[in-house]
Nanobody
Framework: QEQLAESGGTSVQAGGSLRLSCAAS????????MAWFRQVPGKEREGVAS????????WYVDSVKGRFTISRDDAKNTLYLQMNSLKPEDAAMYYC?????????????????????WGQGTQVTVSS
């Protein structure tokens, strides 16, 4: 069974930057979608950013566009989320997810229900 391991979450002041990492135990393929989600207590898990491996196409939720960047190092089999200009509302548990999909349309929808492989999460705290 594949495992995803997130790291990099910590406490940071508003306006600061963080880079989250997600190490995967198995390789990705051209039809693999990898994504970052976040969740705060009492709310549904929210899709933040996704990456379609085959053509490196990316999608972002509107609230993070221009501030966050999703990327992947193929040699390290690791997904990243670079987060800049952090805001208190970015504070959450961040999860990495992975799923092979039939097409990239599903990848761009950023729906948690479309992903079966998840990491354990890494906590991001942003103080104002």
């Amino acid at each position: 069974q594949e495992q995803l391991a997130e790291s990099g979450g910590t406490s940071v002041q508003a306006g600061g930057s963080l880079r989250l990492s997600c190490a995967a135990s198995r390789a990705a393929y051209s039809n693999t979608c990898m994504a970052w989600f976040r969740q705060v207590p009492g709310k549904e898990r929210e899709g933040v950013a996704s990456l379609w491996i085959g053509i490196r196409r990316t999608w972002y939720v509107d609230s993070v566009k221009g501030r966050f960047t999703i990327s992947r190092d193929d040699a390290k089999n690791t997904l990243y989320l670079q987060m800049n200009s952090l805001k208190p509302e970015d504070a959450a548990m961040y999860y990495c997810a992975k799923q092979d999909m039939l097409n990239y349309d599903a990848c761009g929808r950023l729906r948690a229900a479309d992903f079966r492989t998840w990491g354990q999460g890494t906590q991001v705290t942003v103080s104002s």
